[in-house]
């Protein structure tokens, strides 16, 4: 196995290699251009719900196509080595809108719906930096950063919003539900009707399965009208799909047309939102001129068995800190700015963005402190470009900090914590979840990812200095942002926003 992961790692370097070569002549001529430096580009975010490392073609992806991704991977830089902040929902969109690690500004795990708590008005969000410097801004999709009015993303600096507060799951009709009399106890928990807003008002109180269905395709016909109604004009477009997130449910357009299943259906679908998104660039010439990233929240929930995704190569899946949680598929394109058809191994995170687009848009950061760096140079294929980070914190649960890596992504500690696991099982085919194990680390873990991405070799022993070096990472980590494991109070932690009770 370690033989095995030696020949990926020298392939992933050989491919790197020929980035760097590719990067200094595209770099340059990108330089030429009239005004090349002078326009800030328009930005688009794809974001899908629990998509897997391994399921998009170039990522390896079996039993379905994803022409439309694997064209954007060849226009573009695939990123194999980007990860999420937290492997969960709001969590992970909290790091990504706000440059912030989520528990920096007070957002854990996937908030239900009518929570008390949400996103902070004082935080500084993607959209609002853009927004500042005259940029139209819409999201198509899942929020989940609060479903009270002063938490949605017209407050938030977007200036559209259709899509659904939170999680699909999170309604009277999820399959656990379905068929149990009224007055069962699983019912009586109180599950509320699923609602699709435009803007900060309720056009559909209750989404139900035949709606669920129609949502990738309602999203993807709004943002291509977004971009032809601004395409005179800077423009941030967040498309964040619901699916794969289960319960699963696609259009007729694509239902029972992969060897997948249904689970291949919706990414499939997927696939075509994206084309439709790029032939509406390329429609109206925009390509050039447009920065189009393409990720997931967190990776595969594993306890849905076949309507779930896949991790390849990595360990665990969504709601854990091993590398099959929180490692994502990610592919960037910028015609001229970016190196078409090469591939990044340097860690990457999605705090980056914010910081790595306020500097392409000439946006004012935060006042306060963020988390995230800008790395255009390792997006644009720079020659010795290294991420700028001395290390990332991986934190889970409530303000759990379960592991640390290098900034470069070769070394991950793993500290002592419980996690969920099926411990190798199956799961079923029907939409309904396995039970996971717990299983608990007593003793800090070392991997070297560069070697082990399947986090397989334990080898502190072997490396007592990188160990040594992880650990006080780790304290700088409780110190700013504390740690419920130890028991400490970080110093530079902010609240999130609270509906009084």
């Excluded at 290699?17 to 770099?27: E, G, M, Q």
Aim: some cysteine.
């Amino acid at each position: 196995m370690q033989a095995m992961a030696l020949k990926a790692s020298v392939r992933e370097h050989r491919l790197f290699f020929k980035a760097v070569a590719a990067a200094a002549l595209l770099v340059s001529v990108a330089a030429a251009l009239p005004g090349a430096e002078n326009r800030p580009p328009n930005v688009v975010i794809i974001f899908a719900d629990d998509l897997g490392y391994a399921d998009i073609g170039v990522f390896g992806a079996t039993g379905f196509q994803t022409p439309h991704l694997d064209r954007l991977a060849k226009e573009g830089r695939v990123f194999s080595n980007f990860h999420v902040a937290q492997a969960v929902c709001s969590a992970s969109r909290a790091g990504l809108l706000t440059g912030c690690y989520p528990n920096r500004i007070g957002i854990h795990g996937a908030l239900g719906p009518k929570s008390r708590t949400g996103i902070n008005p004082d935080e500084k969000t993607i959209a609002e930096v853009l927004r500042e410097q005259g940029y139209a801004t819409a999201i198509f999709g899942k929020w989940h950063l609060g479903d009270s009015p002063q938490f949605l993303p017209t407050r938030h600096g977007f200036d559209q919003y259709l899509g659904l507060p939170y999680s699909n799951d999170m309604w009277p009709f999820h399959p656990s539900l379905v068929g149990l009399p009224e007055n069962d106890e699983r019912r009586k928990r109180g599950y509320p009707d699923l609602p699709l807003l435009e803007n900060e008002q309720v056009v559909n109180p209750r989404v139900l399965p035949k709606d669920q269905e129609l949502l990738t395709t309602a999203y993807t016909e709004r943002a291509v009208k977004f971009i032809e109604t601004n395409k005179d004009k800077p423009f941030f477009l967040y498309l964040a799909h619901n699916m794969p997130h289960v319960p699963l449910y696609v259009s007729n357009k694509f239902k029972g047309k992969t060897k997948r299943g249904l689970y291949g259906d919706v990414i499939e679908e997927i696939d075509w939102s994206v084309g439709q998104v790029l032939a509406a660039l390329d429609r109206h010439n925009l390509r050039p001129g447009t920065l189009v990233i393409f990720t997931s929240d967190n990776g595969p929930w594993l306890s849905y068995g076949t309507h779930s995704g896949s991790a390849g190569p990595l360990r665990e899946g969504k709601g854990t800190s091993w590398e099959g949680g929180t490692r994502v598929p990610c592919i960037m394109s910028w015609p001229g700015r970016i190196p078409t058809g090469t591939q990044c191994d340097r860690m990457l995170m999605t705090i980056d963005v914010l910081p790595t687009v306020a500097k392409l848009a000439r946006g004012k950061l935060p006042d306060h402190n963020i988390d995230g760096l800008d790395v255009w140079p390792l997006l644009a294929g720079d020659p010795g470009a290294k991420n700028p980070h001395s290390a990332y914190w991986f934190y889970y649960e409530m303000n759990q900090l379960q592991a640390v890596t290098s900034g470069d992504g070769e070394w991950k500690l793993v500290l002592p914590h419980k996690y969920r696991t099926l411990a190798g099982r199956q799961g079923r085919d029907d939409g309904m979840p396995i039970e996971y194990e717990t299983r608990q680390i007593l003793e800090p873990e070392l991997y070297h990812l560069a070697m082990d991405r399947s986090e397989s070799h334990n080898v502190a022993a072997q490396h007592p200095d990188v160990v040594r070096q992880l650990l006080k990472e780790a304290e700088q980590a409780r110190d700013e942002l504390g740690d419920a494991l130890t028991k400490r109070t970080g110093r530079g932690v902010r609240k999130a926003g609270m509906i009084p009770q």
